[in-house]
């Protein structure tokens, strides 16, 4: 049980070090102990024990959101049969003073046991889900906090139910089923996957890294894990650093959606490796591109408003058009560096994106700022007013990363690009002052890459309306052919926006797009 997670004796990316595991066990500070008697009830059962308890009453806080899947769940209604006990088994009262808060009033007993269930039939990379054959444990939705003690350390043992045998977390397994955190941001940033879903093991990069696959049918296990090699070096060689000592892929079975976390991905996937044809798997190739970008882009490159977290509301912040829209840019050119996506893909992924903005009416109604702040009011609500008034940062977020780095490089002779923005942000705000940028700090940076401020482009960030395409693209020997989007006929279909070479009219722009696309 549990053999493909062995004790790391190395320096965590927490910044803290991993001594042994009886070290472990006597410094977590809070102990949480899961099992599933019912897993085919979608249920779990959680037990926590709270230690050195010095006030006779408190409160514990169960998140309703988790960070990176921007909406408010409803977490709290899904837990039940709380109680609180001594350590010798006398019941204690509580009361319910929030939707997701329970105040326990321990008196004068330091340590405390409390017990709940979790009803876990969800299916979102956010919010846990339990069956027969599999746990997928969100965490956010199962485990509470002591108020203003996120930064306690939490051990967690999972006792698995007969029928599974494999546990698959970027959490530290310090004995046999028992995981640590050195605190609770870190316990839900690391989601579990429980059952009998298939385990590979390989080092890249001198780093452990795990493959968890619930559905492997049709797995060409070579060449996906050479494929993953090429993805994982073209990202280190974009951002020069690694953060993590291990990472692990929790791929499962078929559904829609991905979540970045620290040192892991949780993604949903086509339920089988038997794509319908090659761009298939290149597009779920770019989805796993794009939630290990996540790790350097919005988990250490962060908005400052994202860090340290409130879990029990909305965490409202204007730059997500970069934490998302870049990271769906650099998808791309990740995948077109590891030479699994050819320069003419990676042009119609980019047009794509250019499509679906000048199709819809939302892009008159709603800015990029806008479309990230008020994201808690959309996402994944499509009623009518919102398909037809909003925009995705999805969709114009990655094509003023195209505008962005086109910018750079023509500012500054082709000397300096977008990747340079991002090497900085990561090396000044997160190596060196551990903390997020502020949206001018952002700008701040872009201005120092390039030479000169890009006030024209921020303005397209911050207001509605189309960029001027036509101004930008140009200074890389590029064009937007949009004659079908101009033929009258065409108009009850969505209209072309394709992304095309046009010949150059100087050096600059041949040397921009060549280094762009990276072609010879
Ligand atoms: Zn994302």
Redesign the pocket.
């Known amino acids: 049980m549990n053999r493909f997670l062995s004790l790391l004796l190395l320096v965590g990316s927490y910044s803290f070090l991993v001594p042994s595991a009886s070290a472990f066990q006597k410094d977590a500070e809070l102990a949480y102990m899961i099992s599933f008697k019912e897993p085919a009830a979608h249920f779990a059962e959680v037990q926590l024990k709270l230690v050195s308890l010095d006030s006779a009453r408190t409160t514990l806080v169960l998140p309703v959101w988790t960070p ?1 899947y921007y909406k408010i769940l409803d977490n709290p209604a899904h837990i039940i049969d709380f109680k609180v006990s001594t350590i010798s088994g006398e019941p204690l009262q509580w009361h319910k003073i929030a939707k997701n808060k329970w105040l326990l009033e321990n008196g004068q007993n330091a340590e405390v046991f409390v017990d709940y269930r979790v009803y876990a039939n969800r299916k979102s990379v956010a919010e846990s889900n339990i069956s027969e054959e599999k746990a997928f444990m969100a965490n956010t939705d199962i485990f509470m906090f002591p108020e203003g003690n996120l930064d306690k350390s939490v051990s967690l043992q999972v006792h698995l139910p007969k029928q599974w045998d494999k546990i698959a977390t970027g959490l530290t397994e310090v004995d046999q089923g028992k995981f640590y955190a050195p605190d609770f941001d870190v316990l839900y940033d690391s989601p579990l996957y429980l059952g009998n879903q298939k385990i590979i093991e390989f080092q890249e990069l001198e780093k452990k890294i795990t493959l968890s696959i619930a559905t492997p049918e049709g797995l060409d296990q070579k060449k996906f894990v050479a494929d993953l090699r090429k993805i994982l070096r073209s990202t280190t060689k974009l951002m020069q650093h690694i953060p993590f000592n291990d990472y692990t892929f929790i791929m499962m079975e078929p559904g829609g959606g ?1 979540l ?1 976390h620290w040192n892991s991905q949780a993604v949903f996937t086509y339920g089988s490796f038997n794509f319908e044809n090659d761009l298939a798997y290149k597009r779920f190739l770019n989805f796993l591109t ?2 290990y970008f ?1 790790l350097y882009n ?1 988990k250490a490159i962060r908005p400052i408003e994202l860090g340290p977290f409130d879990y029990s509301q909305e965490n409202y912040t204007t730059m997500l058009w970069v ?2 829209g870049f ?2 840019y650099y998808e791309y050119l990740i995948m077109r560096n590891a030479g699994l996506l050819t320069a003419n893909e990676v042009l119609e992924f980019l047009s794509s994106h250019i499509k679906a903005i000048e199709n819809k009416s939302g892009k008159d109604h709603m800015s990029l700022e806008r479309s990230s702040f008020d994201v808690w009011n959309y996402f994944l609500n499509n009623d009518a007013i919102s398909a037809e008034t909003t925009i995705s940062y ?1 969709q114009k977020g990655p094509v003023m990363a195209l505008l962005l780095d086109i910018a750079i490089r023509n500012d500054s002779d082709n000397e300096k690009s977008l990747d340079d923005v991002m090497r900085y942000l990561y090396e000044e705000f997160y190596r060196k002052q551990g903390r997020g940028y502020t949206e001018n700090e952002f700008w701040d940076s872009v201005t120092k890459m390039a030479g000169k401020p890009q006030e024209e482009l921020r303005k397209y960030v911050e207001s509605t309306g189309s960029p001027d395409y036509e101004k930008y693209l140009k200074l890389a020997a590029l064009s937007l052919d949009r004659s079908s989007a101009d033929d009258e006929k065409t108009e009850l279909v969505e209209k072309q926006y394709d992304l095309i070479k046009i010949v150059p009219e100087n050096d600059l722009q041949l040397k921009i797009r060549k280094s762009l696309l990276q072609e010879n």
Request: glycine content about 16%; overall charge negative.
């Open positions: 990176g991905g970045e794009h939630e996540h919005v934490a998302e990271t769906v999805y």
